[in-house]
């Protein structure tokens, strides 16, 4: 388990995460950590969505999962 730490900046609270973090992750700087609470206060990381940097993205992620049937009609 990796543990971050929450600190204040400004007006808003950072979430500031550790090296081992952002290697797990594999984030970098200006990247979104997508956030999914769940019960007993722990937040979930959500797999992040690339269709917005990938333009064909979402093309090849519904071929992938119609491609048996795809295959059957052709």
């Avoid at 990796?2 to 808003?12: H, P, V, W, Y």
């Avoid at 700087?29 to 917005?52: H, K, M, Q, S």
Wanted: some cysteine; glycine content about 6%; charged content about 30%.
């Amino acid at each position: 388990m990796i543990s971050c730490k929450l600190e204040q900046m400004g007006d808003r609270l950072v979430l500031v995460l550790d090296e081992d973090a952002v290697t797990a992750l594999n984030a970098s700087i200006g990247d979104t950590v997508n956030l999914d609470p769940g019960p007993d206060r722990v937040l979930r990381v959500v797999e992040r969505e690339t269709w917005a940097e990938d333009t064909h993205a979402r093309g090849r992620a519904f071929l992938k999962r119609y491609q048996r049937t795809l295959g059957q009609l052709s």
